[in-house]
């Protein structure tokens, strides 16, 4: 396990010391209470390779502040995951981030006190997505789907994942359909990405039924996607897209085509 830690609390208070051994406790707390153990793996054990960072200080909601005053006292934590079952040659890697704040008032309690709760706080979302993470890899893309509908952002997370990570082309339907229904802007964006990975017909269609140009960060992730998926369908949407009266939506279509293009002239496609 690597571990980086980000003091962001304003400069005149640093260092805000948060012990380097609370931070790699609260993680290694995480961990076993996702069912893992510390320590080296053993034949026909699992292994997790974890590179985690992990960043606090006090924030009004549009960043960092650099003086101490009644706002939010936030951490967060990103954690690089690689799972290796022990009967499988390849790793499954995955993205985990967890966050937790609360109302910080100077003079109330300790600032550094109250960053170590919210360190510890927000590594929920973590050991929650490190179990989701390793049972969706013992499962079959049936059951994948169906985790889709799951109640738990962790889990439907994980499925999306896991579904991308095996370019599962029978998922498409019901990816397209969950992106239509699902709540979790993060996962509606992991939806988009994954339909990418997968890369089928199938896939630019159920892309193409996701676009919104009212929504830019989604239209964005769209044409981004059905940049790598390509096709004569792609072709045909983005000659639409191209004569929209936003100029930022018509900039989209010609990066869009720009990256097209580059794909097309690597070396070795035509092996393909």
């Given at each position: 396990?690597?571990?980086?830690?980000?003091?962001?609390?304003?400069?005149?208070?640093?260092p805000?010391?948060?012990?380097?051994?609370h931070?790699?406790k609260?993680?290694?707390?995480?961990?076993?209470?996702?069912g893992?153990?510390?320590?080296?793996?053993?034949d026909?054990?699992?292994?997790?390779?974890?590179?985690?960072?992990v960043?606090?200080g006090?924030?009004?909601?549009?960043?960092?502040?650099?003086?101490?005053?009644?706002?939010?006292?936030?951490?967060r934590?990103?954690v690089?995951?690689?799972?290796?079952?022990?009967?499988?040659?390849?790793a499954?890697h995955a993205?985990?981030?967890?966050?937790?704040k609360?109302?910080?008032?100077?003079?109330?309690?300790?600032?550094?006190?109250?960053?170590?709760?919210?360190?510890s706080a927000?590594?929920?979302?973590?050991?929650?997505?490190?179990?989701?993470?390793?049972?969706?890899?013992?499962?079959?893309?049936?059951q994948?789907?169906?985790?889709?509908?799951?109640?738990?952002?962790?889990?439907?997370?994980?499925?999306?994942?896991?579904?991308?990570?095996?370019?599962?082309?029978?998922?498409?339907?019901?990816?397209?359909?969950?992106?239509?229904?699902?709540?979790?802007?993060?996962?509606?964006l992991r939806?988009?990405?994954?339909?990418a990975?997968?890369?089928?017909?199938?896939?630019?269609?159920?892309?193409?039924?996701?676009?919104?140009?009212?929504?830019?960060?989604?239209?964005?992730?769209?044409?981004?996607?059905?940049?790598?998926?390509g096709?004569?369908?792609?072709?045909?949407?983005?000659?639409?897209?191209?004569?929209?009266?936003?100029?930022?939506?018509?900039?989209?279509?010609?990066q869009?085509?720009?990256?097209?293009?580059?794909?097309?002239?690597?070396?070795?496609?035509?092996?393909?």
């Amino acid at each position: 396990t690597r571990l980086q830690v980000v003091d962001g609390t304003p400069p005149d208070r640093r260092p805000v010391a948060v012990p380097a051994a609370h931070l790699r406790k609260a993680l290694e707390g995480a961990l076993k209470g996702a069912g893992y153990s510390i320590g080296e793996a053993g034949d026909g054990d699992w292994s997790v390779r974890i590179d985690a960072q992990v960043v606090y200080g006090l924030t009004d909601g549009t960043g960092l502040l650099d003086t101490e005053k009644a706002a939010d006292a936030q951490a967060r934590w990103g954690v690089e995951v690689e799972l290796k079952p022990p009967d499988r040659p390849e790793a499954s890697h995955a993205w985990l981030e967890g966050e937790a704040k609360a109302k910080h008032t100077p003079g109330e309690k300790p600032l550094g006190a109250v960053m170590a709760q919210q360190t510890s706080a927000a590594l929920a979302a973590v050991q929650a997505g490190l179990t989701a993470r390793r049972e969706s890899i013992q499962l079959t893309e049936a059951q994948l789907i169906e985790r889709l509908q799951d109640s738990a952002e962790q889990v439907r997370w994980a499925a999306v994942d896991r579904l991308a990570e095996m370019k599962a082309k029978g998922a498409v339907p019901a990816l397209a359909k969950r992106a239509g229904v699902e709540v979790s802007r993060t996962i509606k964006l992991r939806i988009v990405g994954a339909l990418a990975e997968i890369g089928d017909d199938r896939a630019a269609q159920a892309l193409i039924g996701l676009a919104q140009p009212r929504d830019r960060e989604l239209l964005r992730a769209v044409v981004d996607a059905l940049s790598v998926v390509g096709g004569e369908r792609v072709d045909d949407f983005l000659d639409i897209l191209a004569t929209h009266d936003a100029a930022d939506v018509r900039q989209m279509v010609e990066q869009a085509r720009a990256r097209m293009a580059r794909k097309a002239r690597r070396p070795g496609k035509e092996a393909k």
